[in-house]
């Protein structure tokens, strides 16, 4: 529709089951990119990003052609797999 504007803003946080530190500081900056793309891909604004050792919180600029439940699944399905393929741990990451 001609005129309209949204602006949408969403604060997702992920846990890493039961809560363990899994996110390692020596691929904490290669996952927030690889987030950060997945964002941009699907047309969203990523304004911010930071990964703990057992939580990740990202700011999103929402469009609003795509739900936030939508993004939430491809950001922890996509993100999930890449871990376990680089085989950054040992055990499997979820």
């Known amino acids: 529709m001609a ?3 949204t602006q949408i803003y969403i604060h997702y946080v992920f846990v890493v089951q039961r809560r363990d530190n899994l996110i390692k500081g020596s691929f904490r900056e290669e996952l927030q990119k690889y987030i950060t793309g997945i964002i ?3 047309g969203h604004l990523c304004f911010t990003i930071y990964s703990m050792p057992d939580h990740t919180h990202i700011l999103v600029g929402l469009n609003p052609n795509q739900s936030i439940s939508d993004l ?3 950001i922890k399905a996509n993100s999930s797999k ?3 393929e680089k085989k950054f741990l040992r ?3 979820n």
């Open 3 to 5: 005129n309209t504007y």
């Open 40 to 42: 941009k891909n699907h």
């Open 72 to 74: 939430a699944r491809d």
């Open 82 to 84: 890449w871990i376990n």
């Open 91 to 93: 055990s499997k990451f």
